[in-house]
């Protein structure tokens, strides 16, 4: 069935069969958020007032985890519900064609935009007659693959673009397609245009998706909240940049604001809120001569595929279903969104395309949605220094495959969140057993595989050459 047939043929007749209003969805994506840079997840620095609202008034997944390290890769898996390795996004578009001539292996080439034969959740809530916009970063395509072309009614700032070079107008423009005021703050500016799209679509479902270009770099918040945050700095906090706390208060302001506007128009109370992030934040590499934000006790960041990299902030306020206050410690991944957001619309199962993920709305009410294996797929070299990887998570155990030198290393996140201690060598068979999984998974999806390099050179390995061609999976 092409995608036009399956959308026509899931979507007016069941929408028809309604017989009461489906929640409304919220969807705010922070990019580069870590997963302690809020109150709620242990922050001393970072003021979080909304958020930490927002958590206490519904569940908090503790071991929630983007689909990668890095952001285009988990937004491609937001939108379809489907594993970037299978996809075949699975780096930053930017860092999609393999540039590197002469690192130990030669990395794929990704995709550099989402198919449009991929059905996605904006595609998929819109046949059931909900009105769908996206707010803020897309960086799932140019021109042909823009939110416009892949199911959304509304779309303003949504393009290919990675980050924006400044976050005031009129110098966003450099990047960031959107009108403003002179002195506007782009997040400001992303907030107003989603309260504008909840006030003017009370009366019916809508799915709203806002994707923050905060608090990517360029780490730049406003003056007042800048000497604020560096007046309080200490030193022995690692958390303790004072620029970026100002891009974080900015980001709060604008869940409260988006919390009080579904409040204000009536329809707080029908509306499912999902609070998350793209990737970890960034800790490998410095802004102006200061590390960006700790994750800590998390190991690494942004680019990596340790705890720092994926582990991320994950909150959801149902009400009537989500217990006010309440934790989850079972793990949920960002390709398991889709699901999840069409089994609230009322969407059956039966119903929709192909997914890799599962609904958690069985976690949403209290029950256990049961062990499984969570699976990344990274095999690329960051900017953050990450090395080409992939990973599997089941129960309490995590393994890392090391593409480089095909090696890996497992740790128990129960006993070690920080994944000090390595136990491959103390644990063989359960190393063994968990790659072994990982491989098959590998092979199942399709997963382009690095392969090794005969021009290896350690002197020019970062090197920059013209792209290479792409990489037949392996």
Not at 141 to 155: E, H, I, M, N, W
Not at 252 to 266: A, H, P, Q
Request: aromatic fraction near 10%.
């Amino acid at each position: 069935m092409t995608r036009r047939s399956f959308l026509a043929a899931t979507g007016a007749a069941f929408a028809a069969a309604q017989n009461s209003r489906r929640p409304n969805i919220v969807l705010i994506l922070i990019d580069d958020y870590g997963w302690r840079d809020t109150g709620f997840n242990g922050s001393k620095f970072y003021e979080t007032p909304n958020i930490d609202r927002l958590a206490r008034e519904g569940m908090v997944f503790t071991d929630g985890y983007s689909a990668s390290p890095v952001c285009s890769p988990t937004r491609a898996a937001i939108m379809t519900g489907r594993f970037p390795a299978r996809l075949h996004i699975t780096s930053h578009l930017q860092g999609a064609s393999n540039r590197y001539h002469h690192t130990r292996v030669i990395q794929p080439s990704a995709r550099l935009a989402l198919p449009l034969e991929e059905v996605t959740i904006a595609e998929l809530l819109r046949g059931q007659g909900y009105r769908t916009g996206c707010i803020g970063k897309w960086h799932l395509g140019a021109k042909g693959s823009l939110p416009t072309d892949q199911g959304f009614d509304v779309s303003f700032a949504g393009d290919e673009a990675g980050s924006t070079n400044n976050f005031f107008y009129p110098a966003w423009l450099k990047k960031v397609t959107l009108d403003g005021k002179p002195g506007d703050y782009l997040t400001d500016r992303l907030t107003t245009l989603a309260e504008d799209f909840i006030k003017s679509n009370r009366e019916r479902p809508f799915f709203l998706y806002l994707p923050h270009f905060a608090v990517h770099t360029p780490i730049e918040g406003k003056p007042e909240k800048v000497k604020k945050y560096d007046a309080k700095a200490r030193a022995e906090d690692p958390q303790n940049f004072g620029e970026y706390a100002a891009m974080i208060e900015s980001v709060d302001e604008s869940v409260g604001r988006i919390l009080d506007t579904l409040r204000e128009n009536g329809v707080a109370e029908n509306t499912l809120v999902l609070f998350s992030a793209d990737n970890g934040g960034v800790t490998s590499l410095e802004w102006k001569r200061r590390p960006v934000t700790s994750n800590l006790p998390l190991r690494s960041g942004k680019g990596h595929l340790y705890e720092g990299g994926i582990r991320v902030p994950t909150v959801v306020r149902w009400p009537g279903v989500t217990k006010p206050g309440s934790t989850c410690p079972e793990p949920v991944i960002s390709y398991d969104y889709a699901a999840t957001i069409a089994d609230a619309a009322g969407i059956p199962r039966e119903k929709l395309p192909a997914m890799d993920g599962r609904s958690f709305t069985k976690e949403l009410r209290g029950r256990s949605g049961g062990v499984r294996d969570l699976f990344w797929h990274y095999p690329h070299y960051s900017p953050q220094k990450g090395r080409p990887a992939a990973a599997i998570r089941n129960g309490d155990h995590k393994l890392i495959l090391f593409f480089e030198e095909s090696r890996v290393e497992l740790y128990n996140l129960k006993k070690d969140i920080g994944e000090a201690n390595d136990l491959a060598a103390a644990q063989p068979a359960k190393a063994a057993a968990m790659r072994k999984r990982l491989e098959e998974w590998l092979r199942g999806t399709g997963a382009q595989i690095p392969v090794k390099n005969p021009n290896y050179d350690p002197a020019r390995e970062f090197e920059v050459g013209a792209p290479m061609g792409p990489l037949t999976a392996k």
